[in-house]
């Protein structure tokens, strides 16, 4: 588990994060979100110990800090050294002996589709192949807890897709990860936790489902419906939404599902779908960034 | 040791794949030929202990700006991440420029022995290595607290400050080299309005400087007491101190490095 607690992050006069506490849970795919200069690649740089926080505590139990991996937003390596030339390094700079050292530079060579261009010079590499690059080095040592900036910059649609499965299939393993991103979709297909920040606060936390549960509502969708019961479920009960041939309900009220659905199966009108629909992770996020904009962040 | 042997390799190759490593050569190679080959009738003793030792000192100091300035930079956050503390990455850097500027030293030295008036001595050799060694370290500590990657705040400054300081006070005299450092700050006293209340700074400058004046004579003369003998060792101790302050600053500074 990662635990911060009130921790405050200035850069001069500015103030890149106030009061933040979060938890990560140990074992999940915690996903940070939020604006350009919310404070995320701070946060991540506060765990991994490049920087120091003004106040407050970061806590990492069963792990120290240079035994994670860590995937830059914008990664950089020596442009004079072929990527196997890197991972060696990395690899003994970790203390890894000569054998197992080989036998996991294959392996992520293997899983980051590096094997064929293990030979050539940084320099000479893509944007994507560096970006993969990243990513080798951090699962070389097998690390227990990994925190990714926006890991999936700089990768075209396939490596993005593969990026995905990798995450998904290191979670399995049990790692623990922290990734940043702006893609919200990637957020939503992967992530069991996340936190939202907004100007340095916390605008939003905790697991993905509760994040999104009090936006909970449901949709009930007709083939036809007659306008006489339209009007009549308007009557009833005004805070129905109704639009065409679908029935929108807030909230989880089971009076006012009760109460639509037997108006509906007493017209005999023929109920296609009915199910309870989340609020989007954007609505979510729009809501918490625009709230927090609200309640007064840092200028 | 094998992080640290790794960390020094890697700063080698980066240093000497890059045009600033060839430079650091030619510079050797220009000192060789315009300290030691131009100067007519050979060089004495105290000139071969002295420029040499001197020149390499400074070039250590150098060249541990140039790796740590080189080492400052987006692709060392996943290197330093992977050391279980910062410290072993500065001395990377201190060693590498060690190692370098003492190879250059040994090299320059070798070929500079013909041109001696007087032949080289186990002995001299014995005085003259423990001498150089401890200014190499202590060049190379001294550079890392100048180097934009061990800066926190004023420190650089301050740094430069009191080496100008020592530079300009060094340069009061014009006679050759400086044998007794401490003479150089007699006119202390001098300057406040009761001089004989004043007397303990200059003493006390005698005894902040007595390593380097002590390792100075050694050099030079050899054949010194045992009290002189622990001159490098003092000037080890020092180095010492200033790579653990440079460390102690390095390891709790907010590492912001500029991308490629």
């Known amino acids: 588990m990662i635990r911060v607690s009130h921790v405050t992050k200035r850069y001069g006069s500015v103030v890149a994060l106030r009061d933040l506490s979060l938890q990560v849970p140990a074992g999940s795919i915690f996903g940070l979100l939020g604006p350009n200069g919310a404070g995320k690649t701070t946060l991540l740089r506060l765990i991994a110990g490049f920087l120091f926080a003004d106040e407050g505590r970061i806590e990492l139990e069963g792990c120290a800090t240079f035994e994670l991996g860590y995937l830059p937003e914008r990664p950089s390596f020596p442009r004079r050294f072929t990527i196997a ?32 261009v293990s030979d050539w010079k940084v320099a000479a590499c893509s944007r994507g192949m ?20 926006e890991p999936f910059g700089g990768l075209d649609p396939t490596a993005q897709v593969v990026m995905r499965r990798l995450i998904l299939d290191l979670h399995q393993r049990g790692k623990t990860i922290v990734l940043s991103t702006h893609r919200l979709a990637d957020v939503t297909q992967i992530c069991s936790d996340i936190a939202i920040l907004s100007r340095g606060h916390l605008a939003r936390s905790g697991p993905l489902h509760q994040v ?9 969708e007709v083939d036809r419906l007659p306008e006489a019961i339209a009007w ?40 296609v779908r009915l199910e309870r629909e989340h609020a989007t992770l954007e609505e979510v996020y729009l809501e918490a960034v625009q709230s927090a904009i609200g309640s007064g962040g840092r200028p | 040791m094998k992080r640290l042997w790794a960390l020094v390799r890697y ?5 000497f794949r890059s045009l600033t490593g060839m430079l650091v050569v030619v510079a050797a190679l220009v000192f ?77 030295a070798l070929l500079s022995i013909p041109r001696l008036v007087t ?50 006070v060094l340069n009061q005299r014009q006679s050759g080299v400086p044998v007794d450092l401490a003479d150089r700050f007699d006119w202390i006293p001098h300057i406040m309005p009761d001089p004989a209340r004043w007397a303990w700074a200059t003493k006390l400058v005698d005894v902040i400087l007595w390593p ?19 001159a490098p060792g003092v000037l080890l101790l020092l180095a010492a101190a200033v790579f653990g302050l440079a460390g102690a600053l390095f390891e709790r500074k907010d590492l912001i490095l500029p991308e490629n």
């Open chain 1, 85 to 116: 030339e890197y991972l060696e390094l990395a690899g003994r700079l970790s203390g890894q002996p000569g054998l197992r050292l080989r036998e996991a530079a294959a392996a992520v060579l293997q899983q980051t589709g590096l094997s064929q």
């Open chain 2, 119 to 168: 032949p080289l001595t186990a002995g001299m050799v014995l005085d003259i290595v423990p001498v150089w060694a401890s200014w190499l370290v202590l060049g190379a500590a001294l550079g890392l607290h100048m180097s934009e990657l061990v800066r926190r705040g004023w420190s650089r400054t301050l740094l430069y400050a009191l080496l100008a300081f020592i530079l300009f």
């Open chain 1, 130 to 149: 560096v970006q993969r690059l990243a990513i080798a080095q951090a699962l070389l040592t097998d690390p227990r807890v990994l925190l990714l900036d």
């Open chain 1, 212 to 220: 999104l549960a009090p936006r909970a509502h449901q949709l009930i």
């Open chain 1, 232 to 271: 009549r479920i308007g009557q009833l009960h005004p805070e129905v939404v109704i639009q065409d041939t679908e029935i929108t309900l807030p909230g989880d009220a089971m009076e006012v599902k009760a109460g639509v659905l037997r108006l509906l199966l007493d017209a005999q009108v023929d109920i």
């Open chain 2, 32 to 108: 060789y030929l315009m300290a030691m080959v131009s100067v007519k009738g050979g060089v004495d003793r105290d000139y071969f202990a002295l420029v040499i030792g001197g020149f390499f000192a400074i070039l250590a100091l150098v060249l541990a700006v140039v790796i740590a300035d080189r080492a400052h930079q987006a692709s060392s956050y996943l290197l330093i991440l992977r050391l279980p503390s910062r410290t072993p990455f500065l001395a990377g850097v201190a060693l590498a420029a060690i190692a370098v500027s003492g190879l250059l030293a040994v090299g320059v």
């Open chain 2, 11 to 15: 700063l080698l190759q980066d240093l």
């Open chain 2, 212 to 230: 380097i004046s002590a390792a100075i004579r050694v050099a030079r003369a050899g054949g010194y007491g045992l009290l002189e003998s622990l």
